[in-house]
């Protein structure tokens, strides 16, 4: 209820206007486009229309952003088909029972995550990754579109790329010239448009355009068209819930559920730049949840935010949610009303768009610039990019990424913030970093701790704290920009402390605010150290650590 209360709370008159121009342009994007990426999914376009339709209805309501427009994205769809093709499932009605009951998964893994709060992880996941298996999943598209756009007739075409282009090539004499007229002809149209005639709706006019051709000349006798084609509303249907599928298709849900976070994510974030609306994920992700868990009983398979239509969206002018409604419910009016006509739409037509799509996902300025950065991110770039061109199943090559990125995320907080300090009292009292080698004779050796010590980067600091071991040495250790310890890392400095001491020296503590010295309390490294060894922070900057220096240089005396 707190959707439906938010998206109405100080709504005005005058932004219905604005909701219904941004919903007119949002549908006349998506007539085409939805269809087109059911046939991704591998099913008859008039799914990406109901898919559509029940989304954008239910994402109204469970919604959180005023922009994001959702439906059918070509990711999801081809990582559905991905998935299921790996099943080998022969009867197209079996298939369309692992489609709704995959989708009811998705939606349901989605609110979990959501609930639980670990949405957020998707934050984790690095650009190198995003980029390359985007990439690398419109090569999978365009490939996956040569067969319909080429009018032929594949079997066992292969689970990857290059398989994919291989039985391709091997087919290319009994190409259908009618089907690949209409399909370049489409990509042509939309081109056009968008350099000469921006104010047309590309994708639509280049449907409508191929509609009438393929009626006028009655080529519906000479390539595939949508066919048969149902004008009625999403019909209600209960998924067959089987626990042993279900089982075989988990680790498929997973994958398509992370997928659907980073795309919403990526479109919330820009939003939240282009708009200043703040952007709330794990509720998003579990009104997505809901979203696809409602589409699995009519019709429909799983969906997530769209780049194209919520961009659309925004540039129109779209004030609210409102707009969402709007565009889904014109799809349905105009399904209902022209549904026959809807049949002669050429399949290559529709495959001409989804290739077409897909080349626009190739940036390849994005491509350079990991390239030209540094050699870490290409090597994370092209690992999987690889990977998702040449793996038989998408979700593996998304749960590769996602493994990539957490890799990294701990490589990186492994990293400690450690120096040496060297300490002047003159007029100025200067403190000044050096290097091991600069103070390792001095009669007391300062270490400056800062960030987070915790497990990942306790073998870091048992590295660096055994180069800076000297037997017989008092050891200075400042902690004032200590984030946050464990015991693991407090550990290392217990062993560094028992080393210190066996060999005949002395660690003095420093710059420990009230939480730490009560940790090192109940730990029961302060009393190894000593009270006397263990100074406070103060509000002034260095005083702790003077009086720390002051002790070691009278010890050192002694």
């Known amino acids: 209820m ?37 046939l991704l999914a591998g099913v008859n376009p008039v799914y990406g229309l109901y898919t559509f339709i029940v ?21 999801v769809a081809v990582t559905i088909a991905s998935s299921l093709n790996a099943l080998e499932i022969v009867d197209a009605g079996n298939y369309m029972q692992f489609v709704f009951l995959l989708t009811f998964m998705i939606g349901a893994v989605q609110v979990v995550l959501g609930s639980l709060q670990v949405g957020s992880l998707v934050h984790f996941v690095s650009q190198p990754v995003i980029v390359g298996l985007t990439v690398g999943v419109s090569l ?30 091997t087919h290319l004499d009994v190409i259908n010239f009618y089907a690949f007229f209409m399909g370049i002809f489409s990509i042509g149209v939309i081109i056009f448009c968008k350099k000469f005639v921006s104010w047309l709706p590309p994708y639509l006019f280049s449907v409508s355009i191929s509609l009438i051709i393929v009626y006028l000349f009655n080529l519906e006798n000479y390539l595939e068209v949508v066919g048969e084609f149902r004008s009625s509303l999403p019909a209600f249907n209960i998924p067959a819930f089987d626990f042993q599928e279900m089982r075989t298709l988990f680790s498929a849900a997973l994958s398509i559920a992370i997928l659907g976070f980073t795309q919403v994510l990526s479109i919330v974030k820009v939003m939240e730049k282009r708009t200043g609306e703040e952007a709330e994920l794990n509720r998003e992700f579990i009104g997505q949840g809901i979203m696809n868990m409602v589409c699995s009983f009519f019709s429909s ?34 399904m209902i009303l022209f549904g026959g006509i809807v049949s002669y739409i050429p399949i290559s037509s529709l495959a001409g768009i989804v290739i077409l799509v897909a080349f626009y996902m190739i940036d390849m300025e994005e491509i350079k610039k ?7 991110d290409a090597v994370i770039f ?30 990186n907080t492994s990293e400690i913030n450690y120096s040496h300090i060297s300490y002047e009292e003159d007029e100025e009292e200067n403190f000044s970093q050096e290097s091991l080698q600069e103070v390792k004779e001095d009669e007391y050796i300062v270490i400056n701790l800062s960030g987070s010590l915790h497990f990942n980067t306790s073998e870091n600091l048992k590295n660096k704290l055994n180069k800076s071991f000297r037997e017989d040495k008092i050891f200075v250790i400042r902690m004032r920009r200590i984030e946050n ?29 009230k939480e730490l010295c009560d940790i090192l309390k109940q730990y029961g490294l302060y009393d190894k150290i000593g009270e006397e060894n263990c100074f406070s922070a ?11 220096i002051k002790k070691a240089e009278n010890d050192v005396e002694d």
């Open 538 to 548: 103060r509000d002034d900057i260095f005083r702790s650590t003077k009086k720390a």
């Open 55 to 75: 989304s954008t209805i239910i994402a109204t309501f469970t919604g959180r952003s005023s922009y994001m427009v959702v439906g059918p994205t070509n990711m």
């Open 2 to 38: 707190a959707g439906i209360t938010s998206m109405f709370d100080g709504y005005k008159k005058k932004y219905l206007k604005n909701d219904f121009s941004a919903g007119l342009a949002v549908a006349a994007v998506s007539f085409p486009q939805v269809m087109a990426y059911a």
């Open 485 to 513: 310890i464990d015991i693991t890392a407090i550990q290392e400095l217990e062993k560094f402390v028992d080393r210190v001491q066996a060999s005949g020296g002395e660690v003095i503590m420093c710059g420990l605010d």
């Open 370 to 376: 990991h390239f030209s950065t540094t050699k870490f």
């Open 382 to 411: 092209s690992a999987t990019f690889i990977t998702t061109i040449l793996t038989p199943r998408l979700d593996y090559a998304i749960y590769f990424g996602v493994i990539v990125s957490f890799i990294l995320v701990l490589k």
């Open 140 to 169: 999978i598209i365009m490939t996956s579109q040569l067969e319909k756009i080429l009018g032929l007739t594949l079997e066992n075409s292969g689970g990857n790329v290059l398989s994919v282009l291989y039985s391709v090539l």
């Open 301 to 334: 398979f799983a969906a997530t935010g769209s780049f194209t239509k919520s961009f659309t969206n925004l540039e129109v002018g779209a004030k609210s949610r409102i707009s969402e409604l709007i565009s889904g419910l014109t799809v349905l009016l105009f």
